[in-house]
């Protein structure tokens, strides 16, 4: 079943100088209850791809799309108060760094409690008692006491724990997750990711998983789109990940260094090379 | 020795209140402390400013025509022979007893003078503050929120005339206007002739005091006075406070955890003043503090225009005078106002930010 439908999605911004860049260009692609990873370099338009989808493009940025159709619902015809009702209800999104993401001045039981005051119209105490089962959900030990405390209180790992327990608190279909874990500890990276992708399974939802690594898509997505220079070069099925052809992905697997490579100098990516490309495959 | 120590595992976990409430008693000695310090501080500037401008203490009081002798007199029983630090000694032990001398202008102890200017000032600058804050803050907020539009470039305006606009200047045109013409507004002076002196002073604010007498008829005079000169000084730190609330606003509604609220739905009135306006209220107690504080010091220009009998008028005519006991009073009282806001706005610091606690 298809939980999200997008053809020919464009952001665009203006230019200083005059005229505007498109830093998406013609994104199509459809979205079931699985787990959708897009990479790409920085700059490559997939983080404006995620704010497009939320409706969190605020002009002078500008969206357009042939459909961007979400469970039923026309995105692209949707007010500000249509979409503040999806979002955080039916969509959700996980931002990078929880040091920044979290309101340093608002306790994280109150901030997670947040969507439900909005969207809901339970009392406070039931609100409380959701918040608990959402930080246990994401294997928190005493959310009674961490739900009291400020976000600097805690350390990163948890804090990102905390933003999952904040956007699933209300069981959303789609959850879309930018660069989940690039501001966490190497250690602490497979954990948050397990715990997301725990919750995504046993609820059914749909993630959009946004990462600039290649590897980690790959072992936590059922299907990669590769996206270059605003556009989606390549769709990668499952464990498909060394029958990719476009030279860029191509690039991109072989600059990833391993353990027992002697390589004293990696591979970068032939831009000039992946122009060329670019301007034969454009009509 | 090291027996009676609680490891610091323990403490921390501790359940009993005794070792909080002694932290709390340590915290506001330390306050108590710092504060005296800085005002014995300020004592020592005064005392100093005191010595080396060059007005003679003896010849403020004998005059110009004493004899040799008596101006030798006077100044042994001033003590102006005994060495600086006893000397200090002196005028701080004086100043703690509330002597600040003679004014040689007024004739009168300068305590007193003080405290008949002083509440003048506080009364005025207090009501002028309030407007400020409650004009200029969601003035400064709205300006943010609706960046770029219409009601941006007003407010923008608005505080540009608070900047440009000479303080003398708007008095008078209110004073032509409000009062001359339109007669909505009491004129120069805190009260009416006719009610002068008829409210025991209490507190010196002429507000509360014709309340606690209970006399509304110089409730309602003294209202009608202090509105125009109030209204002014108002917006002229509401000006201030208007521009720097939107600087603040903007800075924090480009952050990541205004993103984050409104994935949430979170409603866009609740994202500004939630989200974005709890974390400036730091930075805006800062701003505030320092406006107040300037209005404490008491506008000249407004004072003057307004026959208003405050501390800047007060001032300003003891240093035409050379009444040097009168300026290191009033400079006294000045610099104990911005002691006084600054202690007071590091604990409302601690009391908005969970950050500034730990």
Redesign the interface.
């Known amino acids: 079943m298809t939980l999200l439908s997008v053809q020919d999605l464009r952001v665009s911004f203006p230019r200083p100088s005059g005229g505007r860049v498109e830093v998406v260009r013609g994104l199509s692609f459809d979205l079931g209850r699985e787990r959708l990873g897009i990479v790409g370099e920085s700059g490559s338009g997939k983080s404006m791809t995620g ?1 497009a989808l ?1 409706g ?1 493009i605020a002009p002078p940025g500008r969206v357009t799309a042939q459909r961007m159709q979400f469970d039923g619902t026309d995105l692209t015809k949707l007010s500000e108060k249509g979409y ?6 039916r969509m ?2 996980v ?3 929880p040091k ?7 306790r994280i039981g109150d901030q997670i409690a ?2 439900l005051e ?2 809901t119209t339970l009392s406070a105490a039931a609100r409380r008692a959701k918040v608990r089962d959402a930080l246990e959900a994401v294997r928190i030990d005493d959310p009674d006491r961490v739900a009291r405390l ?1 976000p ?2 805690v350390s990163g790992g948890m804090g990102q724990r905390v ?1 999952i327990a ?2 699933v608190v209300l069981e959303p279909d789609l959850m879309i997750a930018d660069e989940p874990t690039s501001a966490l500890d190497v250690s602490v990276r497979e954990q948050v990711l397990a715990i997301m992708d725990d919750l995504v399974r046993r609820r059914g939802m749909g993630l959009m998983l946004i990462s600039h690594d290649l590897n980690m898509v790959a072992r936590w997505c059922d299907r990669i789109l590769v996206m270059f220079n605003g556009e989606v070069v390549e769709e990668i099925g499952p464990g498909g990940l060394q029958a990719a052809s476009h030279p860029y992905t191509r690039g991109l697997i072989a600059s990833l260094p391993k353990l027992d490579d002697t390589r004293t100098e990696l591979p970068v990516l032939d831009r000039a090379a992946l122009a060329r490309v670019n301007a034969e495959v454009r009509p | 020795m090291t027996q009676t120590l609680t490891p610091p595992g323990e403490k921390a976990g501790g359940q009993d209140a005794g070792p909080r409430v002694a932290r709390g008693l340590l915290a506001a000695g330390g306050v108590l402390l710092t504060v005296a310090l800085t005002f014995l501080g300020l004592l020592a500037i005064t005392f100093v400013i005191g010595r080396v401008v060059p007005i003679d203490p003896v010849l403020a009081v004998v005059g110009d025509r004493a004899s040799k002798e008596t101006y030798d007199a006077v100044r042994l029983s001033m003590g102006l022979d005994d060495p600086l630090l006893i000397q200090f000694g002196r005028y701080v032990g004086a100043v703690l007893q509330g002597d600040l001398g003679q004014s040689v202008a007024t004739g009168r102890a300068v305590a007193s003078d003080l405290a008949r200017v002083f509440p003048a000032t506080l009364e005025m600058a207090t009501i002028g503050i309030l407007i400020g804050v409650a004009v200029g803050v969601p003035m400064g907020v709205l300006a943010a929120a609706r960046q770029g539009s219409w009601v941006d470039q007003v407010i923008r305006v608005v505080g540009l005339a608070g900047y440009a606009i000479p303080a003398f200047w708007l008095g008078l045109v209110g004073l032509v206007l409000f009062y001359a013409k339109l007669r909505w507004v009491g004129g120069p002076g805190r009260i009416d002739l006719f009610l002068d002196g008829m409210v025991p002073a209490r507190t010196g604010l002429l507000l509360i005091d014709s309340v606690i007498a209970g006399n509304w008829a110089a409730l309602r005079s003294a209202a009608s006075h202090i509105v125009l000169p109030a209204t002014i000084l108002g917006f002229f730190s509401l000006a201030y406070i208007a521009r720097m609330t939107r600087s603040f606003m903007l800075e924090q509604l480009g ?3 205004i ?9 866009e009135r ?1 994202v500004i003043w ?2 974005a306006f ?2 400036i209220r730091v930075q805006l107690v800062t701003v505030i503090g320092l406006s107040y504080a300037g209005l404490l010091e008491g506008s000249v220009m407004i004072e003057t225009v307004f026959s208003w009998p405050g501390i800047g008028n007060y001032l300003t005519t003891a240093l035409l005078n050379a009444d040097m006991n009168a300026v290191l009073g009033a400079t006294l009282v000045i610099g104990a106002v911005f002691i006084a806001i600054n202690k007071g706005s590091d604990l409302l610091y601690r009391l ?4 500034a606690r ?1």
Do not use: C, W, Y
Request: proline share 8%; glycine share 4%.
């Open positions: 704010r939320m969190l503040r009702a999806l979002r955080g209800a959700s999104m931002l990078q760094d920044f993401s979290l309101n340093p001045v608002i947040e969507a909005f969207h400020f600097h209180e933003m904040m956007m | 952050q990541e955890f993103t984050t609220a409104r994935v949430k739905g979170v409603p609740v939630r989200h709890r974390p908005l930010d969970p950050r730990t």
